[in-house]
DNA sequence: TGTCGATATTGACAGGCGTGAATGCACCTG
DNA sequence: CAGGTGCATTCACGCCTGTCAATATCGACA
Protein backbone atom coordinates (compact mmCIF):
# COMPACT_ATOMS: atom_id res chain seq x y z
CA UNK A 1 0.00 0.00 0.00
CA UNK A 2 2.06 3.25 -1.37
CA UNK A 3 -0.38 4.75 -2.97
CA UNK A 4 0.48 8.36 -3.10
CA UNK A 5 -3.36 9.51 -3.53
CA UNK A 6 -3.20 12.39 -5.68
CA UNK A 7 -5.49 15.04 -6.00
CA UNK A 8 -8.59 13.04 -4.75
CA UNK A 9 -9.87 12.24 -8.06
CA UNK A 10 -11.08 8.59 -8.02
CA UNK A 11 -12.00 7.51 -11.76
CA UNK A 12 -13.33 10.80 -12.81
CA UNK A 13 -14.58 8.45 -15.61
CA UNK A 14 -15.84 10.90 -18.61
CA UNK A 15 -18.99 12.62 -17.61
CA UNK A 16 -17.99 14.90 -14.66
CA UNK A 17 -20.78 15.19 -11.81
CA UNK A 18 -21.82 18.42 -11.91
CA UNK A 19 -19.18 21.08 -12.80
CA UNK A 20 -15.67 19.74 -11.07
CA UNK A 21 -15.00 21.71 -8.23
CA UNK A 22 -11.21 21.18 -8.31
CA UNK A 23 -9.25 19.25 -10.78
CA UNK A 24 -10.51 16.00 -10.25
CA UNK A 25 -13.98 16.62 -8.97
CA UNK A 26 -14.44 14.00 -6.74
CA UNK A 27 -15.11 10.22 -6.52
CA UNK A 28 -15.82 7.67 -8.97
CA UNK A 29 -19.30 8.76 -10.59
CA UNK A 30 -20.82 6.10 -12.09
CA UNK A 31 -19.14 2.95 -11.38
CA UNK A 32 -21.73 0.78 -9.20
CA UNK A 33 -18.84 -0.81 -7.18
CA UNK A 34 -20.55 -4.28 -7.33
CA UNK A 35 -21.66 -5.82 -11.00
CA UNK A 36 -18.44 -6.18 -12.15
CA UNK A 37 -15.35 -6.32 -11.18
CA UNK A 38 -13.04 -2.95 -10.57
CA UNK A 39 -9.58 -2.81 -11.79
CA UNK A 40 -6.60 -2.56 -10.05
CA UNK A 41 -6.28 1.33 -10.57
CA UNK A 42 -9.94 1.79 -9.95
CA UNK A 43 -9.69 0.02 -6.93
CA UNK A 44 -6.97 2.11 -5.91
CA UNK A 45 -8.13 5.48 -6.56
CA UNK A 46 -11.44 4.73 -5.04
CA UNK A 47 -9.94 3.44 -1.84
CA UNK A 48 -7.91 6.81 -1.96
CA UNK A 49 -11.38 8.70 -1.29
CA UNK A 50 -12.81 6.50 0.93
CA UNK A 51 -9.62 6.34 3.22
CA UNK A 52 -10.09 10.32 3.37
CA UNK A 53 -13.89 9.32 5.09
CA UNK A 54 -12.71 6.68 6.66
CA UNK A 55 -11.43 8.32 10.21
CA UNK A 56 -13.54 9.51 12.89
CA UNK A 57 -11.78 12.93 12.97
CA UNK A 58 -12.46 13.86 9.38
CA UNK A 59 -16.25 12.36 9.55
CA UNK A 60 -17.34 14.68 12.64
CA UNK A 61 -15.60 17.23 10.37
CA UNK A 62 -17.77 16.80 7.44
CA UNK A 63 -20.51 16.51 9.66
CA UNK A 64 -19.73 19.85 12.01
CA UNK A 65 -18.81 22.06 8.79
CA UNK A 66 -21.87 20.60 6.98
CA UNK A 67 -24.17 21.38 10.11
CA UNK A 68 -22.83 24.89 10.74
CA UNK A 69 -24.73 27.74 9.55
CA UNK A 70 -24.07 28.85 6.13
CA UNK A 71 -22.84 25.48 5.83
CA UNK A 72 -19.18 26.46 5.94
CA UNK A 73 -16.90 26.55 9.05
CA UNK A 74 -13.56 27.86 9.62
CA UNK A 75 -10.63 26.40 11.80
CA UNK A 76 -11.26 27.99 14.83
CA UNK A 77 -14.79 26.93 14.80
CA UNK A 78 -14.01 23.35 14.67
CA UNK A 79 -11.03 22.98 16.85
CA UNK A 80 -12.77 22.84 20.29
CA UNK A 81 -16.00 20.59 19.28
CA UNK A 82 -13.43 18.03 17.90
CA UNK A 83 -11.14 17.96 21.13
CA UNK A 84 -8.16 17.61 19.27
CA UNK A 85 -5.24 20.62 18.54
CA UNK A 86 -5.23 23.16 15.65
CA UNK A 87 -2.65 21.58 13.70
CA UNK A 88 -4.45 18.16 13.89
CA UNK A 89 -7.44 19.93 13.10
CA UNK A 90 -5.60 21.31 9.62
CA UNK A 91 -4.01 18.18 9.18
CA UNK A 92 -7.58 16.49 8.58
CA UNK A 93 -9.15 19.31 6.49
CA UNK A 94 -6.51 19.13 4.49
CA UNK A 95 -6.52 15.36 3.70
CA UNK A 96 -10.80 16.40 2.97
CA UNK A 97 -10.00 19.06 0.94
CA UNK A 98 -7.38 17.16 -0.91
CA UNK A 99 -9.45 14.18 -1.48
CA UNK A 100 -12.70 16.72 -3.42
CA UNK A 101 -14.72 16.29 -0.11
CA UNK A 102 -14.21 20.11 1.06
CA UNK A 103 -13.57 23.29 -0.48
CA UNK A 104 -11.14 26.14 1.10
CA UNK A 105 -11.87 29.41 0.38
CA UNK A 106 -9.36 32.02 2.74
CA UNK A 107 -11.45 35.07 3.28
CA UNK A 108 -8.86 37.60 5.29
CA UNK A 109 -7.41 35.67 8.60
CA UNK A 110 -10.05 32.80 8.25
CA UNK A 111 -9.95 29.79 6.00
CA UNK A 112 -13.53 28.80 5.46
CA UNK A 113 -14.13 24.87 4.79
CA UNK A 114 -18.07 23.60 2.90
CA UNK A 115 -18.51 20.21 1.91
CA UNK A 116 -18.86 19.37 -1.65
CA UNK A 117 -22.17 17.44 -2.15
CA UNK A 118 -21.40 16.33 -5.18
CA UNK A 119 -18.29 14.65 -3.97
CA UNK A 120 -20.18 12.43 -1.36
CA UNK A 121 -23.20 12.06 -3.67
CA UNK A 122 -20.71 10.08 -5.87
CA UNK A 123 -18.98 8.42 -3.30
CA UNK A 124 -22.70 6.99 -1.97
CA UNK A 125 -23.30 5.97 -5.28
CA UNK A 126 -20.51 4.11 -5.88
CA UNK A 127 -21.37 1.97 -3.04
CA UNK A 128 -24.74 1.71 -3.54
CA UNK A 129 -25.78 -1.70 -4.75
CA UNK A 130 -28.05 -1.48 -7.56
CA UNK A 131 -31.26 -2.47 -7.53
CA UNK A 132 -30.58 -5.88 -9.52
CA UNK A 133 -27.10 -6.49 -8.76
CA UNK A 134 -27.09 -10.56 -8.90
CA UNK A 135 -29.96 -10.94 -11.73
CA UNK A 136 -28.69 -11.02 -15.08
CA UNK B 1 -7.05 5.23 16.99
CA UNK B 2 -7.45 2.50 18.71
CA UNK B 3 -10.65 1.30 18.31
CA UNK B 4 -11.42 -2.14 18.39
CA UNK B 5 -13.86 -1.96 15.38
CA UNK B 6 -16.26 -4.81 16.83
CA UNK B 7 -18.71 -6.52 14.98
CA UNK B 8 -19.48 -4.14 12.74
CA UNK B 9 -22.03 -2.23 13.03
CA UNK B 10 -22.31 1.48 12.70
CA UNK B 11 -24.54 2.67 15.01
CA UNK B 12 -27.41 0.35 14.02
CA UNK B 13 -30.01 3.23 15.70
CA UNK B 14 -33.63 1.51 16.66
CA UNK B 15 -35.00 0.33 12.79
CA UNK B 16 -32.76 -2.75 11.18
CA UNK B 17 -32.35 -2.01 7.47
CA UNK B 18 -33.77 -5.33 6.23
CA UNK B 19 -33.51 -7.94 8.96
CA UNK B 20 -30.09 -7.64 10.39
CA UNK B 21 -28.28 -10.06 8.64
CA UNK B 22 -26.16 -10.80 11.94
CA UNK B 23 -25.57 -8.86 15.01
CA UNK B 24 -25.55 -5.80 14.37
CA UNK B 25 -26.95 -5.44 10.37
CA UNK B 26 -24.39 -3.04 8.47
CA UNK B 27 -23.65 0.74 8.65
CA UNK B 28 -25.74 3.74 10.28
CA UNK B 29 -28.86 3.00 8.76
CA UNK B 30 -30.20 6.56 8.87
CA UNK B 31 -28.14 9.24 10.02
CA UNK B 32 -27.13 11.58 6.72
CA UNK B 33 -23.52 12.23 8.25
CA UNK B 34 -24.30 15.82 7.22
CA UNK B 35 -27.38 17.82 8.41
CA UNK B 36 -26.29 17.68 12.45
CA UNK B 37 -22.51 16.64 14.30
CA UNK B 38 -21.78 13.25 14.78
CA UNK B 39 -21.12 12.60 17.86
CA UNK B 40 -17.80 10.84 18.68
CA UNK B 41 -18.65 7.51 19.36
CA UNK B 42 -20.90 7.39 16.14
CA UNK B 43 -17.90 8.71 14.16
CA UNK B 44 -15.98 5.77 15.40
CA UNK B 45 -18.24 3.00 14.16
CA UNK B 46 -18.92 4.54 10.95
CA UNK B 47 -14.98 5.26 10.71
CA UNK B 48 -14.93 2.00 11.67
CA UNK B 49 -17.38 0.78 8.31
CA UNK B 50 -15.79 2.86 6.18
CA UNK B 51 -11.92 1.61 7.37
CA UNK B 52 -13.44 -2.08 6.19
CA UNK B 53 -14.14 -0.59 2.45
CA UNK B 54 -11.04 2.30 2.08
CA UNK B 55 -8.67 -0.21 0.73
CA UNK B 56 -8.27 -1.51 -2.68
CA UNK B 57 -7.54 -5.13 -2.27
CA UNK B 58 -11.15 -5.44 0.00
CA UNK B 59 -13.21 -3.48 -2.58
CA UNK B 60 -11.69 -5.46 -5.55
CA UNK B 61 -13.10 -8.26 -3.27
CA UNK B 62 -16.63 -7.27 -3.02
CA UNK B 63 -17.06 -6.44 -6.93
CA UNK B 64 -15.44 -9.61 -7.66
CA UNK B 65 -17.50 -11.69 -4.92
CA UNK B 66 -21.02 -9.52 -6.30
CA UNK B 67 -19.73 -9.81 -9.89
CA UNK B 68 -19.34 -13.39 -9.40
CA UNK B 69 -21.59 -16.15 -10.39
CA UNK B 70 -24.66 -16.55 -8.33
CA UNK B 71 -23.76 -13.74 -6.45
CA UNK B 72 -21.18 -15.70 -4.46
CA UNK B 73 -17.69 -16.41 -4.64
CA UNK B 74 -15.10 -18.40 -2.70
CA UNK B 75 -11.67 -17.63 -1.49
CA UNK B 76 -10.00 -20.27 -4.49
CA UNK B 77 -11.99 -17.77 -6.94
CA UNK B 78 -10.53 -14.52 -5.65
CA UNK B 79 -7.19 -15.20 -4.81
CA UNK B 80 -5.62 -15.68 -8.55
CA UNK B 81 -7.66 -12.21 -9.74
CA UNK B 82 -6.23 -10.07 -7.08
CA UNK B 83 -2.91 -11.15 -7.46
CA UNK B 84 -2.31 -11.11 -2.97
CA UNK B 85 -1.52 -14.41 -1.43
CA UNK B 86 -4.19 -17.01 0.23
CA UNK B 87 -3.48 -16.10 3.78
CA UNK B 88 -3.80 -12.29 2.90
CA UNK B 89 -7.24 -12.87 0.73
CA UNK B 90 -8.13 -14.71 3.70
CA UNK B 91 -7.72 -12.11 5.65
CA UNK B 92 -9.51 -9.35 3.92
CA UNK B 93 -12.64 -11.50 3.35
CA UNK B 94 -12.44 -11.88 7.55
CA UNK B 95 -12.46 -7.67 7.79
CA UNK B 96 -15.15 -7.57 5.35
CA UNK B 97 -17.58 -10.58 6.74
CA UNK B 98 -16.88 -8.64 10.35
CA UNK B 99 -18.05 -5.22 8.98
CA UNK B 100 -20.71 -6.82 8.17
CA UNK B 101 -20.16 -6.19 4.56
CA UNK B 102 -20.15 -9.88 3.43
CA UNK B 103 -21.51 -13.59 4.75
CA UNK B 104 -19.72 -16.25 4.82
CA UNK B 105 -21.48 -19.89 4.01
CA UNK B 106 -18.89 -22.73 4.61
CA UNK B 107 -20.48 -25.52 2.85
CA UNK B 108 -18.44 -28.62 2.71
CA UNK B 109 -14.53 -28.19 1.98
CA UNK B 110 -15.51 -24.38 0.67
CA UNK B 111 -16.56 -21.08 1.97
CA UNK B 112 -18.75 -18.57 0.04
CA UNK B 113 -18.99 -15.74 0.06
CA UNK B 114 -21.35 -13.04 -0.69
CA UNK B 115 -22.34 -9.22 -0.18
CA UNK B 116 -24.79 -7.52 2.14
CA UNK B 117 -26.50 -5.57 -0.35
CA UNK B 118 -28.02 -3.46 3.08
CA UNK B 119 -25.23 -2.99 4.54
CA UNK B 120 -23.54 -1.27 1.68
CA UNK B 121 -26.61 0.64 0.72
CA UNK B 122 -26.95 1.77 4.59
CA UNK B 123 -23.01 3.13 4.08
CA UNK B 124 -24.45 5.07 0.67
CA UNK B 125 -27.17 6.74 2.61
CA UNK B 126 -25.30 7.62 5.59
CA UNK B 127 -22.37 9.17 2.98
CA UNK B 128 -25.29 10.35 0.74
CA UNK B 129 -26.38 14.34 0.79
CA UNK B 130 -29.46 14.95 1.12
CA UNK B 131 -31.41 17.38 -0.92
CA UNK B 132 -31.75 20.58 1.33
CA UNK B 133 -28.35 19.58 3.62
CA UNK B 134 -26.91 23.60 3.87
CA UNK B 135 -31.03 25.44 3.70
CA UNK B 136 -32.85 25.09 7.09
C1' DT C 1 6.42 49.14 10.53
C1' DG C 2 5.66 46.15 14.35
C1' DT C 3 2.65 43.17 16.77
C1' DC C 4 -1.07 40.03 17.23
C1' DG C 5 -4.09 36.40 15.82
C1' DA C 6 -5.51 32.62 12.65
C1' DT C 7 -3.87 29.00 10.02
C1' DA C 8 -0.40 25.97 7.83
C1' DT C 9 3.90 23.31 7.98
C1' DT C 10 7.65 20.57 9.94
C1' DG C 11 9.56 17.07 12.86
C1' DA C 12 9.05 13.23 15.69
C1' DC C 13 6.83 9.44 17.82
C1' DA C 14 3.65 5.49 18.67
C1' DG C 15 0.37 2.56 17.01
C1' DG C 16 -2.21 0.42 13.32
C1' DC C 17 -2.40 -2.21 9.18
C1' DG C 18 -1.36 -4.78 4.82
C1' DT C 19 1.46 -8.45 3.48
C1' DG C 20 3.58 -13.15 3.07
C1' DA C 21 5.79 -17.55 5.02
C1' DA C 22 4.84 -21.11 7.87
C1' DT C 23 1.57 -23.70 10.14
C1' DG C 24 -2.84 -25.54 11.83
C1' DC C 25 -7.56 -27.23 11.11
C1' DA C 26 -11.64 -29.31 8.98
C1' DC C 27 -13.49 -31.99 5.48
C1' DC C 28 -13.53 -34.95 1.49
C1' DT C 29 -11.75 -39.12 -0.88
C1' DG C 30 -9.19 -43.25 -1.52
C1' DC D 1 -7.06 -44.59 8.45
C1' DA D 2 -3.98 -41.94 5.41
C1' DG D 3 -3.46 -38.50 2.20
C1' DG D 4 -4.91 -34.37 0.00
C1' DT D 5 -7.24 -30.01 -0.42
C1' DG D 6 -9.44 -25.54 0.84
C1' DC D 7 -9.36 -22.24 4.23
C1' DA D 8 -8.02 -19.93 8.65
C1' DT D 9 -4.53 -18.52 12.05
C1' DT D 10 -0.10 -17.09 13.85
C1' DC D 11 4.06 -14.60 13.52
C1' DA D 12 6.96 -11.13 11.94
C1' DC D 13 8.17 -7.13 9.20
C1' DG D 14 7.82 -2.54 7.19
C1' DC D 15 5.08 1.17 5.65
C1' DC D 16 1.46 4.37 6.64
C1' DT D 17 -0.94 7.49 9.53
C1' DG D 18 -2.91 10.15 13.47
C1' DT D 19 -1.27 13.05 16.90
C1' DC D 20 1.09 16.93 19.18
C1' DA D 21 4.85 20.43 20.09
C1' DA D 22 7.30 23.78 17.94
C1' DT D 23 7.68 26.86 14.36
C1' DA D 24 6.65 29.33 10.15
C1' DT D 25 3.52 32.11 7.29
C1' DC D 26 0.18 35.42 6.20
C1' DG D 27 -3.16 39.01 6.85
C1' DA D 28 -5.21 42.66 9.91
C1' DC D 29 -4.55 46.55 12.51
C1' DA D 30 -2.58 50.22 15.46
Redesign the interface.
Known sequence: ?N?ECHTGAVATSTLPVVSAPRSGASAACCAP??????S?EA??D??CT??A?????R??L???V??HE??EACVCDLVE?L?LSQPTVSHHLKVLVEAGLLTRDKRGVWAYFA?V?EA??A???????PVA??AP
Open positions: MVLTRRPLAATLALKVADPALRLSLAAGGPGVPLNLAAVLAVAS
